[in-house]
DNA sequence: CGGCTGACTCTGG
DNA sequence: TCCAGAGCCAGCC
């Protein structure tokens, strides 16, 4: 089923197609996912992750929370599962359990994939 | 159509 | 730097 614009997609859909662009060896906060999806807060962001499938192609190990450690979830182990992927990609973690956000916080998606997606996704904060 | 659930961020002290 | 409180939307049954 082509839904054709990213404008008619499910707002978790476009957050889970800003996770799938983070690369490996790279992490990103939910608010930050939030500010590139646009239009969507940080809970969105952790609530869409919440619903994603045992088996789905998204990167949702690679989504942590702003103070740079793995968020407590309510059920399963996965965090621990979470933060033995991160250290697979390289991702190093301090004894407080914490990651390098400035070593290792992702940049945000290219130019020409936001310009891909059309309307519907705001630009990364430019500094 | 109403209610329940869920993986956060920000500000002040 | 750490702790506490408030704000908040979308999907699914």
Avoid at 67 to 83: A, E, F, H, L, V
Avoid at 94 to 103: C, F, G, I, K, Y
């Amino acid at each position: 089923m082509s839904r054709g614009s990213v404008e008619n997609t499910p707002l978790y859909k476009r957050i889970y197609a800003v996770v799938r662009q983070i690369p490996a060896g790279h992490v990103a906060t939910y608010g930050q996912i939030a500010r590139i999806v646009g239009r969507c807060t940080a809970r969105l962001v952790g609530y869409a992750m919440a619903a994603l499938p045992s088996d789905t192609d998204v990167p949702w190990h690679r989504v942590i929370n702003h103070q740079g450690k793995i968020s407590p979830r309510s059920t399963g182990d996965c965090g621990i599962r979470q933060r033995e992927q991160l250290e697979a990609e390289g991702i190093r973690f301090n004894h407080q359990a914490r990651t390098d956000l400035r070593a290792v916080g992702w940049q945000g998606p290219d130019r020409r994939w936001l310009r891909r997606h059309g309307p519907g996704v705001a630009a990364p904060p430019q500094e």
